[in-house]
Structures are given as structure tokens and as C-alpha cells.
């Protein structure tokens, strides 16, 4: 069989060429068309179960207005045990991709995610819960073995070179498992990532990535560390982790270490409004040049203040520490500088 199109589960494929045969347990079929090629199998016992084994898949859109009408439902799935060698959804190619899933109920159980490319791996699992409002719930943890190559393949050039890093969360958003819906977002997120470099970013791209990178700093405020942000800030090690709530994200522990900088943040910045309400805390990396400084000038000096200085954990760069106040939107941020405060650690005595 050969059809100009063909509208399957919501989906239309396009030039299709279809071998297949029929039996008492369900069917199967070799099939080729622009966006998939492979062998189909469909079993028709208890809910049922496709599997599929495919050299490629490309995930069309949904097909056409009635299908917007009339979304899918999570019930009218069946099981799916698939493997793609070649997967891409709204053109991003994710490399090699396997799923498998099962009817539960009103909900989709999917058991196993796990997509590989040079760049990145993930692993999560998954429910799309049915009923009145339709919600997908997510556990993943997604490894970058470099950041900047893993962003360019998902569509976001240019933001960040080089860089290991893995992401960890445990979230759940209204609507379908492909359409992250950001205002009803809520979850888990930890982040950690070391030896890489933020790059210039034009304000309102990257959104969360530029957000990270500071850039309005030195262009709100003439500071010292034009330099250190604009240019792109290099970092040795990112430990991070926050809460989200309906979109809101409240960033409880953000550590940032470069050899230019030290940089903590806390706050909340709302995803689906792009606004940030953050507080930042600048220290500079000042330690190791002062102390060889003076140890030109006085040897002994030079020592005692380098030992100080790792001891103390840099008190010469807490002297020049900065701290700030950004609000406002991702693309215009406000920045104010505030009142030094001491680091948590410090303490004075009477």
C-alpha cells in the first residue's frame, strides 16, 4: 500500500509505503515514509501493545484543528515498547531512544525512557495521568558529557562552551508529557556541572542559562567585573538546587566557583512570566594574586598570607565582596547594589 498521507493516534505521516499482514494475535508491517522507517508490530491482547523497531522517527505535529479539538487521552494509548535509532521531536534530534510503556487505568505508565547521543544520555520514567485534567509526572536524570554541545543540539547555540554536567529532578506539569506547560510546573531540581564557560548571550536567550551566566551585572552597574561576566564567566564547579511551585522556582542553594569568582545566589525566579526577584553575592578571586603580591614585598608575609587564605577560605576577596538585587524581567533585568553582608560562616565576637 502507498498513501500521500495517513493519520494515526493524532499524528500525520506523509508519503507513506506500507507492507504488512494480519493474524489472529494483531498485525505487523514494514514501513517507510519521510518521518519514520522501520518494522511495526501490534499485539492485540489485554490494552494492547505496539512495537516498534525503527531506524528512524521524526514525531509529526498534531494533525490539524481537530485534533486540538479533540486532544488524545492517556486511556486510548496502547502499551509501547519501542526502539529508535534516529529519534527527533519538533526537529531536535535526540540520538538513539528507547520507551516502553503501559496502559494503567486512565493513565500511561511509561517504565523506561532512555535517549543516548555523543553529547548527553537521560534516563527517566513517567506517568501521564488521565481523568478531568490531564498531568504528566516525571523522574529523570540527565548527564551532559558537554554541556555546550548537548544546549546547540536542542537549540540553544552559543550559550555555554564545553562543561560537564548532570541534571536531577522530579517534576509534574498539566497536560501532555511532550509539551512542557511552565505556569503549572512543580517539582525538584539539582544541578551540578564544572570546567566549563558562559559565552555572551543576547538578553532573553538561553532564558534560565542566561539568568546563571550574570551578565547583568556588568551591564547595569559599572563595576569591576566587566571582565569577569560579560565575556563570559568561566566556572570550575556549579552546585545548585531548587524548588518549583506552579512555575515558580526558589533557588535555595546556588554555588558558583571560578578562577575570576565566587558567586551565591538565592531566590525565586517565575518561568512561565520570565521574572526574577534574586539576591547575589559577588566575591572575588582575589586571594592567591594578593598574597603573591605580598610576598614580593615581605617573604614571610607572603606565606602567612597565603596559608590565611586557605585557612580562612579567601577573607582578602570576603573584604571585597558584593552583593546585589535583580528583579525585574529576563530580558530587562534591574540590578541594585546592597549593604555588604558577612557570609553565613562569619562570626564576631564580643
Request: glycine share 10%.
Amino acid at each position: 500500500m502507498k498513501l500521500a498521507s495517513l493519520k494515526a493516534y493524532g499524528k500525520r505521516f506523509n508519503d507513506v509505503s506500507l507492507r504488512a499482514a494480519t493474524g489472529a494475535r494483531g498485525w505487523s508491517a514494514m514501513v517507510s515514509a519521510k518521518e519514520i522507517e522501520g518494522d511495526l508490530s501490534y499485539r492485540a491482547e489485554g490494552t494492547g501493545q505496539l512495537i516498534a523497531r525503527l531506524a528512524r522517527f521524526a514525531v509529526p505535529p498534531d494533525a490539524g484543528a481537530a485534533q486540538a479539538a479533540l486532544p488524545m487521552k492517556p486511556a486510548e494509548l496502547p502499551g509501547m515498547d519501542l526502539v529508535a535509532e534516529r529519534f527527533s521531536v519538533r526537529g531536535i534530534d535526540l540520538g538513539r531512544v528507547e520507551l516502553a510503556a503501559q496502559r494503567d487505568g486512565e493513565d500511561w505508565r511509561i517504565e523506561k525512557v532512555t535517549m543516548a547521543n555523543p553529547d548527553g544520555t537521560l534516563r527517566a520514567n513517567a506517568r501521564w495521568r488521565g481523568g478531568a485534567t490531564q498531568r504528566s509526572v516525571l523522574d529523570f536524570s540527565l548527564e551532559a558529557h558537554d554541556a555546550g554541545k548537548l544546549l546547540a543540539r536542542v537549540g540553544y547555540r552559543d550559550l555555554v562552551l564545553g562543561g560537564k554536567a548532570k541534571l536531577d529532578g522530579s517534576v509534574n506539569w498539566e497536560g501532555d508529557p511532550l509539551t512542557l506547560d511552565s505556569a503549572s510546573l512543580s517539582g525538584e531540581l539539582k544541578m551540578s556541572a564544572e570546567d566549563g564557560q558562559f559565552l555572551e548571550i543576547e538578553p532573553g536567550i538561553g532564558k534560565l542559562i542566561s539568568l546563571m551566566s550574570l551578565q547583568a551585572l556588568p551591564r547595569r552597574i559599572a563595576l569591576d567585573f566587566r571582565d569577569v561576566f560579560s565575556k563570559g564567566f568561566r566556572f570550575d564547579r556549579i552546585e545548585a538546587a531548587s524548588h518549583v511551585e506552579h512555575g515558580v522556582m526558589q533557588i535555595r542553594d546556588f554555588h558558583m566557583r571560578g578562577p575570576a569568582a565566587d558567586v551565591q545566589m538565592s531566590g525565586e525566579a517565575d518561568i512561565g512570566q520570565e521574572t526574577q526577584n534574586l539576591r547575589v553575592r559577588v566575591v572575588p578571586g582575589v586571594g592567591d594574586s594578593a598574597s603573591t603580591v605580598i610576598g614580593i614585598v615581605n617573604p614571610v608575609a607572603g606565606v602567612t598570607a597565603a596559608i590565611a587564605q586557605r585557612i580562612l577560605k579567601n577573607p582578602l576577596g570576603q573584604i571585597f565582596a558584593h552583593d546585589f538585587s535583580i528583579t525585574g524581567s529576563w530580558s530587562d533585568p534591574k540590578v541594585s547594589k546592597l549593604a555588604a553582608m558577612p557570609p553565613a560562616s562569619e562570626s564576631v565576637s564580643p
